[in-house]
């Protein structure tokens, strides 16, 4: 019971390392970046999607097909790992080689059709952590050895029992056998110490 309580606490861990939902504006051309702490061999999930926004009027208009919005991604050497251009709904991924803080960055570009004056383009990004991709074999192997190393204590508990238990058992046949033995023998000296005891009282 303990060993499944425990793969479930690590695949948890493991499969919700962080999920990350964002909502930002963005002019044309904007670069937006934001930092993101990964643990190595981690798959980065990203989906996205753009509305745009007028300020003026405060509500959301359709959104052209001609938005572009491009996605980078740097190590913490700040070695691009990830670059792609998508339209205004998209997804990405990517896994990380080691831990620590990847830059995120992502850039609109509405060159083709301007974005008006006072429109913004509005960005819904969700990023999640699927995971550490390639330790599962470790994973469940670490949790078979702990799983067997907890069954041999318990078969070591129930020896431990079983010995006591025989023990107890012995002393009280050895009890028993030494009470069969010795109750005949103090009755036939109780049955002389009384018949001597009458003749000399005669």
Same mark, same amino acid.
Request: glycine share 4%; net charge positive.
């Given at each position: 019971?303990a060993?499944?309580?425990?793969?479930?606490?690590v695949?948890?861990?493991?499969?919700?390392?962080?999920?990350?939902s964002?909502?930002?504006?963005?002019?044309?051309?904007?670069?937006?970046c934001?930092?993101?702490?990964?643990p190595?061999?981690?798959?980065?999930?990203g989906?996205?999607?753009?509305?745009?926004f007028?300020g003026?009027?405060?509500?959301?208009l359709?959104?052209?097909?001609?938005?572009?919005?491009?996605? @980078?991604f740097?190590d913490?050497?700040?070695?691009?790992? %990830?670059?792609?251009s998508?339209?205004s709904?998209?997804?990405?991924?990517?896994?990380?080689?080691?831990p620590g803080?990847?830059?995120?960055c992502?850039?609109a570009n509405?060159?083709?059709?301007p974005?008006?004056?006072?429109?913004?383009?509005a960005?819904h %990004?969700?990023?999640r952590a699927?995971?550490?991709?390639?330790?599962?074999a #470790?994973?469940?192997?670490l949790?078979?050895?702990r @799983?067997?190393? #907890?069954?041999v204590? @318990?078969?070591q508990q129930?020896?431990?029992?079983?010995?006591?238990?025989?023990?107890?058992?012995?002393?009280v046949?050895?009890n028993t056998?030494?009470?069969?033995?010795?109750?005949p023998?103090?009755?036939?000296?109780?049955?002389?110490f009384?018949?001597i005891w009458?003749?000399?009282s005669?």
């Amino acid at each position: 019971m303990a060993a499944v309580k425990l793969l479930t606490v690590v695949l948890l861990h493991f499969f919700f390392t962080f999920v990350s939902s964002l909502y930002f504006h963005m002019g044309d051309t904007e670069r937006k970046c934001f930092m993101e702490k990964i643990p190595n061999e981690t798959m980065l999930i990203g989906n996205y999607r753009t509305r745009l926004f007028d300020g003026q009027r405060d509500e959301y208009l359709p959104v052209s097909q001609n938005i572009t919005l491009s996605v @980078q991604f740097k190590d913490p050497n700040d070695k691009l790992v %990830l670059s792609r251009s998508h339209g205004s709904e998209g997804s990405f991924r990517f896994r990380s080689k080691e831990p620590g803080g990847y830059q995120i960055c992502l850039q609109a570009n509405c060159s083709q059709h301007p974005l008006p004056a006072g429109v913004l383009l509005a960005v819904h %990004l969700d990023l999640r952590a699927a995971g550490r991709t390639n330790n599962y074999a #470790e994973i469940a192997a670490l949790l078979r050895v702990r @799983q067997l190393m #907890e069954q041999v204590l @318990q078969i070591q508990q129930e020896q431990k029992y079983q010995r006591l238990m025989e023990r107890d058992s012995l002393e009280v046949t050895e009890n028993t056998n030494m009470w069969i033995f010795w109750w005949p023998v103090a009755r036939s000296l109780y049955v002389v110490f009384i018949i001597i005891w009458h003749t000399k009282s005669w």
